[in-house]
């Protein structure tokens, strides 16, 4: 019994020791990594300029793509079908015609507005506009039609809507107001989609162009140490001890670019981007609040994108070297 | 501690103009706790002869034993760790360049995973045995010959290596400065490690009054204890 608690004792000890002497081996590779990205410093300022311009295209690709997204939800979820009644139309008959829409399949949600509040908002939205107010004072009396506001839960579904309401009420309804919304989403997205397509493009080849630098960068640091590594491997050291501290180096090119990239989009956020801001489809401030609420997911893929780099490039490079 | 025997053991190189026989037709044997002197004219097969043993080289023919083991059987990631029985200086002294004396003999102590508190407890004492204590934070360019051999040497024994190579230690020194090594040297032998000394430094040699084992071309023409340098 004592002979089996000595064991499993002594195995327990030499598990701790093992697991601490790799932690403590892994610590010093971190620590010559650190050493090595340091005094290399006019090779890392090459290397991270580069990774930071790869880092930053693709960031802002992103953060322009998921901006873009988020614009175009906001628009689709604002558009809706007007219908607008004859004046002739009494308010029983367009509330007959409300309740049979409901029942449509392909409507979620319909709302009736009467001539009385379109006119009431007609003049809250203009209120400012000192011609429609005198225009409005001429005519003496309420231009507006009365009409419901239709909603459909899919985007898709409009089109059929707008054909149903039009065959179905051609007696009752003045027009139909729909289409304006649908071709700016359809523009947009266009836009967005051909953006995304170049900006997918564009980062790609940036990442490439990243990659090559930053091996290159990394073997160039490890063919001035082409020797170290000879007495390294004299001295006992193996492969792997000799390979850890450059890939360190190399997450460290990664992780720097990263932050430093991260902060530049803000600024582009912040400062850049007032050309597109308060446009009419997105505020300035908007756009700054929208890159920080979403840091997070922007931030983390720039991260982790650089640090892939950062590995990969250095990997190879050592693993070049100590195939020899 | 193992001993290490030599059988049959032939080294050529292949090269562009031919295969060319560095070392051919070897048998040896040093036990444990020998001072074996390597000696020969440049070119004859010493420093072969050496990376034999410590397998940074393999025979082409035949075998080398270090103790029951055959060092054609070491898997190749395993080599590292065999090297680390083995303890090695050179004429270039092959110290890291961008690290300081107590750097790089801390480094031999990093790579077995010593404790950082056990290192700062033996460099400073293996520096003493050198006498290099006031040199600690220097780096290798600011170091004399004589004093990168030292930090070399005390690289070299800091992990108490079961056999200590020592490939032309003396071939850039002075006279005096190679006499300081080769006492050093003597007196890591006395407590118990075997010491290989390939050198063609015939005043050393006749000195020490050790094993001589002469090579010319690429043959063990003699093998005398006591020996003297003879070519």
């Known amino acids: 019994m004592i002979k089996i608690t000595v064991n499993i004792q002594f195995s327990l000890d030499l598990f701790l020791n093992l697991k601490n002497m790799k932690f403590l081996k892994l610590a010093r590779a971190f620590n010559e990594g650190w050493t090595s990205f340091v005094r290399n410093s006019w090779l890392s300022v090459a290397t991270i300029i580069v990774l930071v311009l790869s880092l930053y295209v693709v960031g802002n690709t992103l953060f322009i793509g998921m901006m873009a997204r988020e614009l175009i939800e906001n628009i689709e979820e604002n558009v809706s079908i007007s219908v607008y009644f004859k004046p002739e139309i009494d308010e029983t008959k367009i509330k007959e015609i409300q309740n049979e829409l409901n029942k449509n399949h392909l409507v979620a949600s319909t709302k009736y507005v009467n001539r009385d509040q379109s006119l009431e908002k007609f003049i809250k939205d203009n209120e400012n506009d000192e011609i429609i107010t005198e225009a409005l004072k001429e005519i003496d009396g309420n231009p507006l039609f009365s009409s419901i506001v239709v909603r459909s839960n899919n985007q898709e579904q409009y089109s059929e809507l707008a054909g149903y309401i039009e065959n179905n009420f051609t007696e009752e309804i003045n027009n139909v107001n729909y289409g304006k919304n649908k071709d700016i989403i359809e523009k947009l997205d266009k836009i967005i989609s051909s953006a995304e397509r170049i900006g997918l493009i564009l980062g790609s080849i940036f990442i490439a162009i990243a990659i090559l630098i930053t091996f290159n960068t990394i073997r160039m640091s490890l063919f001035a140490r082409r020797d170290e590594f000879e007495v390294m491997r004299l001295v006992g050291a193996s492969n792997l001890y000799i390979k850890v501290p450059p890939i360190f180096e190399g997450i460290f090119y990664g992780f720097f670019s990263s932050l430093i990239a991260i902060v530049l989009i803000g600024i582009t956020a912040y400062g850049g981007m007032s050309l597109i801001g308060g446009k009419g489809l997105i505020a300035k401030e908007e756009i700054l609040s929208f890159y920080l609420s979403n840091l997070w997911i922007i931030g983390g893929v720039i991260l982790l994108t650089g640090l892939f780099i950062g590995l990969i490039s250095s990997t190879i490079a050592i693993s070049r070297y100590l195939k020899a | ?231």
């Not at chain 2, 204590?133 to 004589?146: C, N």
């Not at chain 2, 024994?157 to 200590?164: C, G, K, M, R, S």
């Not at chain 2, 020194?173 to 050093?184: E, F, H, R, V």
């Open chain 2, 1 to 231: 501690m193992p001993s290490i025997v030599f059988k049959k053991v032939e080294k050529s190189y292949e090269g562009k103009l031919g295969s060319f026989t560095a070392l051919k037709d070897i048998n040896l044997v040093i036990q444990p706790g020998e001072f074996v002197c390597v000696v020969g004219r440049s070119g004859a097969g010493k420093t072969t002869l050496t990376r034999l043993i410590y397998a940074k080289e393999m025979p082409t023919e035949g075998v080398v034993y270090f103790g029951n083991r055959k060092t054609t059987d070491i898997k190749r990631k395993l080599l590292p760790f065999f090297r680390r029985n083995f303890g090695t200086v050179f004429q270039d002294f092959k110290l890291l360049p961008q690290k300081t004396v107590f750097e790089n003999i801390a480094y031999a102590m990093e790579l077995v995973g010593r404790k950082t508190e056990n290192i700062e407890n033996e460099v400073p004492k293996i520096l003493a045995v050198v006498g290099l204590e006031s040199k600690k934070d220097k780096y290798p360019r600011q170091l004399s010959g004589g004093e990168k051999q030292k930090v070399s040497l005390a690289r070299a024994i800091i992990n108490n290596p079961d056999v200590l190579v020592v490939d032309e230690p003396t071939g850039n020194l002075d006279p005096a400065t190679s006499w300081d090594i080769i006492k050093l040297l003597l007196k890591i032998n006395q407590l118990g490690t075997t010491v290989i000394l390939a050198t063609h430094d015939k005043a050393i040699v006749d000195n020490i009054d050790k094993r001589v084992i002469t090579i010319s071309q690429g043959k063990i023409v003699s093998d005398k204890n006591h020996g003297k340098y003879t070519i």
